[in-house]
Structures are given as C-alpha cells and as structure tokens.
C-alpha cells in the first residue's frame, strides 16, 4: 500500500476546527501530530502587529500519514469544513512507516 504525509499549516485559531475534521472522517483516520510553527513570507497584510514586527507568523502545522488512496477525499472534505485562505497544504511520498518495536 502506497502511504503518502499529508502537511497542513494553518492559523492557531482555526485548529480545533481542523482536528474536529479529521476526527470526524469516516472510515477514521490514524493518529496525527500538530505542532507549533512560524511562516516566513513575502505577504503579511493579515498578520497582527506582533508577527510584522517579527517577520514571522505563528502556525500550527499538523502532519499525517495516511494510504494514498484516502488524499484526495480528505482534501475535499477539509475544503468543505475548513476553507480557510491561511490554511496550506502539500503531500508527499513515504517509503516506509512503522515503530521501533
């Protein structure tokens, strides 16, 4: 089975909107990591004050690694749920996936 890590970097205010997503996702999805992160960029017109200052935007970033085959509907149902113009994502390939057991 071809698994792929799907990224999605978004606003802190909009994460229990995308955590509530993907919990409701049917069949369930695995687990996920969301972490904190900060954006350079060229465009900061939505950014506080703060962040323009620093030069940099809070995110929180959220990784998952899922079949390949799941992407396409997960994307369109974040779309749907999250629609956010912050919101980002990218996909890429895993060669392999598993614990140190």
């Known amino acids: 089975m071809k698994l792929c890590k799907l990224t999605i970097v978004f606003p802190a205010s909009i994460e229990d909107t995308v955590t509530e997503a993907l919990f409701a996702f049917e069949p ?35 990784f998952i690694v899922l079949p390949a085959v799941r992407i396409d509907e997960l994307i369109r149902r974040l779309r749907d749920t999250v629609r956010h113009p912050e919101a980002a994502y990218w996909i890429e390939p895993v060669d392999g996936f598993g614990t140190l057991q």
Do not use: Y
């Open 28 to 62: 369930p999805l695995g687990g996920f990591t969301v972490t904190n992160a900060e954006g350079h960029g060229q465009d900061f017109t939505r950014a506080s004050v703060r962040e323009k200052v620093r030069g940099r935007v809070a995110r929180r970033m959220l």
